[in-house]
């Protein structure tokens, strides 16, 4: 399985993205699935999972009310549909498949995600 992140880009604070993270050669219908991000100089953090049937997500507190994951298993597509964007998120933002099959109520582990796609930049302008 291939995971393949799109959808960033600029923008002025305020506004909106969608990302989203297709998977290939495989299916990730039974896997949880999670976006982290890494802005420059910086640890890569955590900003939203979900389970893998959709009925559990689990967000950062710094996204939390402005961010929305969401899933198709029909697709293999992972979304993330970010709201009031500030320029501290700013960031490469990256999904990842997680072996984790239960439901998310708290921050996950980043050692339980096992496939990572390769990261699509977002950049908000003040």
């Known amino acids: 399985v291939q995971l393949q992140a799109s959808g960033g880009g600029l923008v002025q604070a305020g506004g909106s993205l969608r990302l989203s993270c297709l998977a290939s050669?495989?299916?990730?219908?039974?896997?949880?699935m999670g976006w982290f991000r890494q802005a420059p100089r910086q640890q890569r953090e955590f900003v939203a999972a979900i389970s893998w049937n959709g009925d559990s997500q689990f967000y950062a507190d710094s996204v939390k009310g402005r961010f929305t994951i969401s899933r198709d298993n029909a697709k293999n597509t992972v979304l993330l549909q970010m709201n009031s964007l500030k320029p501290e998120d700013t960031a490469v933002y990256y999904c990842a498949k997680s072996y984790y099959t239960g439901s998310y109520y708290h921050v996950p582990a980043s050692y339980e995600f096992d496939l990572w796609g390769q990261g699509t930049q977002v950049t908000v302008s003040s």
């Open positions: 050669g495989g299916t990730i219908r039974q896997n949880g």
